[in-house]
DNA sequence: TATGATTATGAAAACGTTGTCATGTAAACG
DNA sequence: CGTTTACATGACAACGTTTTCATAATCATA
């Protein structure tokens, strides 16, 4: 590996000087200036960032702690977020860590030791004290989409999170609109502040409009598609009657739908349904469910902006800031009826075709020595 | 911050012992070993990274750089690549390039410097010299996703991919079996390997079908769903008759949809088409489109073991690991015909009903004080 | 001509680790 | 009892930077 003395010995300089050539940082003379950056180029020097960092004591780089990398929501954020830090000649380390406290505790430990200059965590807040550490440590930190109880910490954090009680709220108030008086909930679990706020709103949308609150139409579980299919499933066993439901994201509304597909249930013919959280990156594929959208992108931004401001004052007051979410009205409501119908439903086919018709197709043997069996193992070249 | 001296002194031994102690990398008494661990807890030490690493001259740190972090296959093969880095206790840095060779050539010197210990990257490959830096400073390459002219290489990187000709192949193919004999390629751009062998799945699948292959129904373009209606726009209006379309990939797919949409043009009825790559990562919502999978989580993790693999022998000879493609067969080619009619198909709606029912709403105002204008930006706590 | 500011460069130390070498003690062997 | 072997610990140097301090040359000013 070439270092900056190798550069300054081909340049005839000290290494200081291609120090301050490289950052421009105090006097050097024109020419020497010159000998050194030709020196740079035929060498091919890159600076050395873990001992700049070293010396620093700064790493230029910022960790992402998503709980989920498949959600386009997060991912949505994580762009945003790499943009801002992009723009900041910042870099991202990114961690997945799929709702799991215990995951959350390493990956916290790992983060510290990689010494970041800040963190954005959409944490597990069953654990705080894990959480704390990065506060111990005087690491900036933005938590993300979510609130914590920092009754029992020292100082407080930065936030930046949708408005998830006025969102849960439109959402209601959409249904009840309608003429939905029994509106199901299929929440996410109560560790995380989301699933409590979207019950929050959920209630006051409720209240406001006289609806009387059922607590037996709400169901908890994790933020996943296959909990919101078990949670449907134990919803409609309990032999209640409700004519809507109110999916706590998008995970889950995928597994709403998936369970109300198998009993041939019809959206919106017999059931209605709503997300919080839109289902993809750009929903023109399908524009059938009515969702509420959170500025995605602009809350990983102004995440990562809101590190940058705390670097250079770590003992600002706290700050939290909160993107409206939007309410965007589609069909598996019902809202857009014509003649009587609504113009586009779910499911068009019987459960039982549609498992059959959505069949995996072998690849073919005969075409390529790529395809086939032997493909999914490694080959020389 | 706490060092290991801190350590030290604490546990009243040398700064060694405690290095000993953390690595586990000689023989150290057990009363020395837990006057060390007390310490260590005491103080809520954690290691140092970037000292470790500048030590050893090892990061424990990938780089994965991606086109579009926005799209679900990049998405799910982050999650792979995660997965594998997380089990062998490396850190993933991730960067998002847009298909732009400048900001490739950026992110290759960012991570150079960055002296990671190995690579990922789905490059644009019209700019193989910046990639040849990766090699010069010997640094462990995976290619994902793509091929390269590797001819003005000194040495030979690592691959990972799809195969893509079998799966263009698997694609046409169906079509044709289903009648098709005008099939338009909307492809994305040249200087992906993906976009030609794509094409050239497409031509062996004709020929072999003995379809004879007319260049003027192909298109090239980005992999964007904005750049696919574009290019969709451009071909309809070259006056030439075809039934079918295959998409390049799901981005591309998207904007295919979206101007036949517009066009009031139905799917299946008046156009089949086919998507490489599925569009979601449960298509649960909407299985529609007949659609190429690839084994993306399986591509990321292979990925990453193969990063591995090569760390311990840098100069074994470079492979190539291709992983199979699959066809999901589903509606938008009207293959599940029912008494004579697809059971499902787009758009239901005409175009401007369409975007007038997909309307937004405005956020309420009149609930929460966090909603409405002034939540956008920030607000002290 | 003396004084001080400006420009230009380098030597040395430090950031927090860990590998190498050296030193020592205790146990095992003949 | 002397010698080897296993166990246990520490001093020192080094990884590649950059900051601080020191030195010196040049230039303008009194």
């Known amino acids: 590996m070439v270092t900056i003395t190798d550069v300054a010995k081909l340049a005839g300089v000290s290494p200081v000087t291609v120090s301050r050539v490289v950052n421009d940082s105090d006097y050097v003379s024109k020419a020497t200036r010159e000998k050194v950056e030709h020196a740079i180029e035929e060498l091919g020097y890159v600076p050395h960032f873990m001992a700049r960092g070293l010396r620093l004591n700064r790493t230029f780089t910022l960790a992402l702690v998503l709980p989920d990398i498949t959600n386009v929501f997060w991912t949505t954020v994580a762009r945003g977020a790499e943009d801002a830090a992009m723009k900041n000649n910042f870099s991202i380390l990114f961690y997945n860590v799929d709702e799991d406290v215990k995951k959350q505790d390493r990956v916290v430990d790992i983060v510290l030791s990689q010494q970041v200059d800040g963190v954005m965590i959409a944490p597990h807040d069953s654990d705080i004290k894990h959480l704390a550490k990065l506060q111990h440590n005087r690491v900036p930190t933005v938590i993300l989409d979510r609130i914590l109880d920092e009754s029992q910490l020292e100082h407080k954090f930065d936030f930046v999170r949708g408005d998830s009680i006025s969102g849960a709220y439109q959402l209601t108030r959409h249904l009840v609109r309608l003429g939905h008086k029994r509106i199901a909930m299929v929440s996410g679990n109560l560790h995380a502040s989301t699933a409590r706020d979207r019950v929050l709103g959920y209630r006051m949308a409720l209240q406001d409009q006289a609806i009387p609150f059922d607590e037996?139409?709400?169901?908890?579980?994790?933020?996943?598609?296959?909990?919101?299919?078990?949670?449907?499933?134990?919803?409609?066993?309990?032999?209640?009657?409700?004519?809507?439901?109110?999916?706590?994201?998008?995970?889950?509304?995928?597994?709403?739908?998936?369970?109300?597909?198998?009993?041939?249930?019809?959206?919106?013919?017999?059931?209605?349904?709503?997300?919080?959280?839109?289902?993809?990156?750009?929903?023109?594929?399908?524009?059938?469910?009515?969702?509420?959208?959170?500025?995605?992108?602009?809350?990983?931004?102004?995440?990562?902006?809101?590190?940058?401001?705390?670097?250079?004052?770590?003992?600002?007051?706290?700050?939290?800031?909160?993107?409206?979410?939007?309410?965007?009205?589609?069909?598996?409501?019902?809202?857009?009826?014509?003649?009587?119908?609504?113009?586009?439903?779910?499911?068009?086919?019987?459960?039982?075709?549609?498992?059959?018709?959505?069949?995996?197709?072998?690849?073919?043997?005969?075409?390529?020595?790529?395809?086939?069996?032997?493909?999914?193992?490694?080959?020389?070249?």
């Open 216 to 381: 037996d139409l709400i169901v908890y579980g994790e933020f996943k598609a296959s909990a919101g299919a078990a949670m449907t499933h134990q919803l409609l066993d309990r032999g209640l009657t409700f004519t809507s439901i109110f999916a706590a994201n998008n995970m889950i509304g995928m597994g709403v739908v998936r369970e109300l597909l198998r009993r041939n249930i019809r959206i919106p013919e017999d059931m209605s349904i709503v997300f919080y959280d839109d289902y993809a990156t750009d929903s023109d594929y399908f524009p059938f469910f009515t969702v509420i959208t959170q500025q995605a992108y602009e809350i990983g931004y102004a995440a990562a902006e809101m590190l940058f401001s705390r670097m250079v004052n770590l003992d600002m007051p706290s700050r939290t800031q909160i993107l409206p979410s939007t309410l965007i009205v589609r069909y598996s409501c019902g809202a857009q009826i014509k003649d009587g119908k609504s113009p586009l439903s779910l499911p068009v086919l019987a459960p039982s075709e549609f498992h059959q018709t959505t069949s995996r197709v072998k690849p073919i043997e005969d075409f390529s020595s790529d395809a086939g069996e032997s493909s999914a193992k490694e080959s020389n070249q």
